[in-house]
């Protein structure tokens, strides 16, 4: 019996190369544009502060939530074309597909409770789940996002412990500061 060396070893590594890109982390994360959602986020609360009640204000976030979005697509679209490689590499696909249906219960959520007196769950909810998704999507980003995952649960624990009229400066805080922070820390740390 003979063994082709040259088989056995394109096998291995073709196995190697694929463990790899699984154990490897999603660099289209964008850290700059991380920080333009937190600037984003800051707009949204300075335009939410003028608001005359909690439902207005938390338009004026949904409005942002659909910049942010944007935002966040243009960047790792724009970092994964600097850097030469695939938007949707397998690092990518596992951070969407955790947190896809987290933003899908959020707007589901949002329309259930819109015209309820619970409303004022709302921005906990919106934290709690962006955090949890984060951290489930942090196993597969850059290092930073894991971190920021836990803070957005800390964030939408105190929304929920707190009055309703600590909503939009804890949204600030959170989708504004918290994404200025780590987009920064991912920018500076983890290429761009």
């Known amino acids: 019996m003979t063994v082709d060396l040259r088989d056995t070893a394109e096998a ?31 707009s949204a609360s300075a335009v939410a502060s003028t608001a005359s009640d909690l439902s207005n204000q938390l338009l004026v976030w949904i409005g942002c939530a659909v910049v942010a979005s944007l935002a966040g697509t243009a960047g ?9 490689t695939t938007l ?8 969407l597909l955790c947190m896809l249906p987290v933003l ?3 707007t589901l959520l949002t329309h259930a409770l819109w015209h309820t007196p619970q409303l004022t769950l709302l921005p906990a ?12 999507a942090g196993t597969y980003a850059a290092r930073p996002i894991m971190p ?4 957005f649960i800390v964030c939408g624990l105190l929304a929920y412990l707190l009055d309703a009229q600590w909503s939009n400066l804890l949204l600030a805080f959170s989708f504004g500061g918290l994404h200025i922070i780590f987009g920064y820390q991912v920018y ?4 761009g």
């Open 148 to 151: 920021m995952g836990i803070s």
């Open 88 to 95: 949707l590499n397998d690092a990518a696909r596992r951070f």
């Open 12 to 42: 291995n590594i073709r196995f190697i190369r694929g463990a790899m890109e699984r154990a490897e982390r999603s660099s289209s994360v964008s850290g700059l544009s991380g920080m333009v959602m937190g600037l984003a986020g800051l």
């Open 188 to 191: 500076r740390n983890h290429g």
């Open 125 to 136: 909810i919106w934290m709690l789940l962006y955090g949890c998704g984060l951290m489930a």
């Open 76 to 84: 790792a679209w724009h970092k994964a074309r600097t850097h030469n």
């Open 104 to 106: 899908l219960v959020g």
